[in-house]
């Protein structure tokens, strides 16, 4: 891993003061005029860059979880039982106000994810968005609710860890500040040096476009089901795609921008997370 990729722990969230422009002050503009200035570009994973769960169902994931709380005891609600998202089982653990029974489930999430991405299925044209981004001058983050560690075996799988700057992954035993909240968005832009005007975020899912919107960040909606587009587009993604092709050919064609930063690292999350598993 290069110098500047060396993981690093952010506990706090940065300032704003560097905010020139609300996401919304860009909205309606195309994606080539998004792209041309763009300095930095923010990818969530499961979606824009691989299918995490393709050959690990997430249904599967989040029943193995809930077994997990209920041999502890916890009683679920329906909701929570027939929720097909690890993710939710999560949240629905924090609120027991037992930070053990959150810690365990993080964990056994996390190892599930590492799992997972060994037979993830890489996103179509996502290599070419990552790769075109670098040769046209642009830092690349991975900005996402799933954990670092697993996002960091799926690039060095694929051979993309040099052509990534920063990746943020899901804050530990601490999912209140997952995506919608703009934590990771905000920290990505910490570590990269970037203003939220200089910044780019992709995503498949309502909660990326509200935590770019509550970060100040210009949003790409990536609808790659049907039904997305109008969603994604509802909540204010300042465009939708339908493939990554239409991204790296937006990125093939933008000139370089004025500058570039050698900064970056992975973050994980509060301090005390596991090393090994963030």
Not at 111 to 135: F, K, W
Not at 144 to 171: C, F, H, K, M, W
Not at 198 to 224: F, W
Request: hydrophobic letters at 45%; glycine letters at 10%; a positive charge.
């Amino acid at each position: 891993v290069p110098e500047h990729a060396q993981r690093q722990e952010l506990t706090t969230v940065p300032g704003t003061s560097r905010t020139a422009a609300l996401a919304g002050d860009v909205a309606g503009q195309g994606l080539a005029a998004l792209v041309g200035r763009t300095r930095c570009l923010l990818l969530d994973f499961d979606g824009p860059v691989c299918g995490v769960f393709a050959n690990h169902p997430a249904r599967t994931i989040a029943a193995g979880l809930r077994q997990l709380l209920a041999e502890r005891g916890v009683r679920m609600p329906t909701q929570v039982r027939d929720d097909p998202d690890p993710l939710a089982v999560l949240r629905y653990a924090a609120t027991l106000d037992r930070g053990d029974l959150t810690r365990d489930v993080d964990d056994a999430l996390r190892a599930a994810e590492l799992l997972a991405v060994g037979s993830a299925t890489p996103t179509r044209y996502a290599r070419a968005v990552i790769a075109a981004a670098g040769d046209r001058g642009r830092l690349v983050a991975v900005v996402s609710n799933n954990a670092a560690g697993a996002i960091d075996a799926y690039l060095a799988g694929q051979r993309l860890t040099e052509r990534v700057s920063v990746v943020v992954g899901r804050p530990y035993a601490d999912p209140d500040r997952m995506k919608p909240d703009p934590t990771p968005v905000l920290l990505a832009m910490r570590a990269l040096g970037a203003g939220p005007t200089e910044c780019l975020l992709v995503g498949d899912s309502i909660g990326d476009v509200l935590a770019g919107r509550a970060a100040h960040v210009p949003v790409v909606g990536y609808a790659n089901r049907p039904g997305k587009a109008v969603r994604l587009a509802d909540v204010g993604a300042d465009t939708v795609i339908t493939s990554m092709a239409e991204l790296a050919r937006a990125l093939r064609g933008a000139a370089a921008p004025v500058a570039s930063w050698e900064r970056g690292g992975r973050v994980q999350g509060p301090t005390g997370a596991p090393a090994a598993t963030s």
